[in-house]
């Protein structure tokens, strides 16, 4: 499917000033595929990252790949990224690549609600964590000793093949996501299982008080649960 570059205009939006505003209450709704919306977000990042968690929560009746969580640099794309496939998770770090087998998209629209998907990855040994709905998933490990740069273009719901660009429409988040933040460590596994947000220290990117800026065609909108 064609690609089209955004590069440009990821670079422009970082030139002005995101708005900041707590979303409790609300989410992102991404109503349809495209190559041009996302939701942008820039954390600040004074040395690079040797550990990460990356929560957030979203619902859709998608049954093919779709990005949830780009962040790339001017030398990785993939400098971290979440991306579901019909049957697998995908989690990138440093454009490294580590897969999971998780139930299949088209069993989950026969329930539908909404999922919360945590990431957790640690430098000194490469283990990441994945935790769907409160369950961990087997640790397993990658991109070992890197450091994850700080110059990071963070897109929710598009997949970034190039530094802020080339994005695929076949790849694009379609419905609702929410409860989108990331910190500089890896969070406990109690913390990770109940989520509680008002026990977690400090994030880089916090719902509650969110820098962002909306491209294309997103909404932002009451939640409805």
């Known amino acids: ?24 209450g609300k989410v992102f709704v991404f109503p349809k595929a495209s190559v041009d919306s996302y939701v942008l977000l820039k954390p600040t990042l ?17 049954t093919r790949q779709f990005s949830l969580f780009s962040a790339s640099s001017r030398q990785h794309d993939n400098e971290i990224l979440l991306l579901r496939l019909p049957d697998e998770f ?7 690549t580590l897969t999971y087998k998780v139930p299949s998209l088209t069993e989950k629209i026969r329930s539908l609600h909404w999922e919360t998907a945590c990431a957790t990855w640690e430098s000194a040994t490469g283990i990441v964590q994945l935790w ?13 000793g890197y450091r994850v740069k700080t110059d990071l273009v963070v897109m929710l719901g598009q997949d970034q093949d190039s530094y802020g660009g080339s994005l695929d429409a076949g790849q694009s988040f379609v419905g609702e996501m929410a409860d989108v933040y990331m910190w500089d460590s890896v ?13 977690i220290p400090t994030p880089l990117v916090d719902w509650a008080a969110l820098k962002f800026e909306i491209k294309g065609y997103v909404v932002m909108e009451p939640t409805l649960y």
Do not use: H
Request: some cysteine; overall charge positive; hydrophobic content about 35%.
């Open 1 to 24: 499917m064609k690609k089209t570059s955004l590069w440009p205009l990821a670079l422009l939006s970082l030139s002005g000033t995101l708005a900041q505003t707590s979303l409790d």
């Open 46 to 62: 004074e040395e690079p990252l040797q550990n990460f968690t990356v929560c957030l929560s979203f619902f859709t009746d998608l």
């Open 90 to 96: 995908y989690i990138y770090v440093g454009g490294e």
């Open 132 to 144: 769907l709905g409160g369950q961990p998933l087997p640790r397993k490990g990658v991109a070992k």
């Open 187 to 199: 969070l406990p596994p109690e913390q990770l299982r109940r989520f509680q947000k008002d026990t």
